[in-house]
């Protein structure tokens, strides 16, 4: 009976200290491929607003900051095999991703449109998207919305937006779909982008899009998704958001409170 409580009291010490993590090093998967959010340099630093709040986090917590790139739609899995503590890449909190992790509090919410040439025609009904070529990212939420609401178009899925932007300007699609902020970034202000527009309206239905974009964190890290709200809400009381905030867009990025 000794031996048995021994036993017992050694895997309760164990397991008690292995729950209490200390997180001082927290380790954020990002993308690098979804300007101005995140996006790859010459000299392979990545760079953008994702990259900025990950590091203004990190020091609201006095904690090292490592950033991880991970190609889009290995996000989550890389997530749940442990190769980084959380994900912050522009990621939609949704109920279908609710039931894989969890997520933090929003840090930002931004709409999801459709861009096309200047003067294309352009209606939200499945029928007039019959046979139109729709770009999008893979397993995005933009991806979920145009295959739900247009099963008859031909949807081309990329690897990143920038190769639907490619396209786009290549003529092999007629639409692109993505946050509003990144085909500004992206498509509008880079060299030609005179030559396309926004169509369509803002796309907010939190049935596709969430309720903004958080940071995904294992549902075993409560403690982590805790610390990093806090964080959040101390980044944007003390100005540090808005600082960040202002380095890459002219308008306000978080929404409503």
């Keep these: 009976m000794k031996k048995l409580t021994l036993l017992l009291a050694t895997f309760t010490f164990a397991f008690g200290t292995a729950q209490a993590k200390d997180w001082k090093e927290i380790r954020f998967g990002i993308?690098?491929?979804?300007?101005p959010f995140s996006q790859t340099e010459?000299?392979?630093?990545?760079?953008?607003?994702?990259?900025?709040?990950a590091n203004a986090l990190c020091e609201e917590l006095n904690a090292k900051c490592t950033l991880i790139k991970q190609d889009w739609d290995g996000m989550i899995p890389a997530l749940l095999a442990r190769k980084f503590d959380g994900i912050?890449?522009?990621?939609?909190?949704?109920?279908?991703?609710?039931?894989?992790?969890?997520?933090?509090?929003?840090?930002?919410?931004?709409?999801?449109?459709?861009?096309?040439?200047?003067?294309?025609?352009?209606?939200a009904t499945n029928a007039f998207m019959k046979g139109k070529k729709i770009g999008v990212q893979r397993a995005t939420s933009m991806d979920k919305y145009v295959s739900d609401n247009f099963p008859s178009a031909?949807?081309?899925?990329?690897?990143?937006?920038d190769e639907a932007y490619l396209d786009l300007k290549a003529g092999r699609v007629h639409y692109i779909i993505a946050d509003s902020a990144s085909i500004s970034s992206g498509l509008l202000a880079k060299a030609g982008g005179d030559k396309f527009d926004f169509v369509g309206p803002k796309l907010t239905d939190p049935k596709w899009f969430g309720h903004g974009a958080g940071i995904a964190t294992r549902k075993r890290d409560k403690d982590l998704t805790e610390q990093l709200n806090k964080a959040i809400a101390a980044i944007r009381a003390n100005g540090t958001y808005k600082k960040i905030q202002d380095k890459y867009f002219t308008f306000d990025i978080y929404g409503e409170e």
């Design 154 to 161: 031909e949807i081309k899925r990329y690897g990143t937006f």
């Design 88 to 123: 912050i890449a522009t990621m939609d909190i949704t109920e279908d991703r609710l039931k894989k992790v969890d997520f933090t509090n929003k840090y930002q919410h931004i709409p999801a449109r459709f861009a096309a040439k200047k003067g294309a025609a352009f209606e």
């Design 31 to 35: 993308e690098g491929a979804y300007p």
């Design 42 to 53: 010459a000299d392979g630093t990545v760079t953008g607003f994702d990259i900025d709040i």
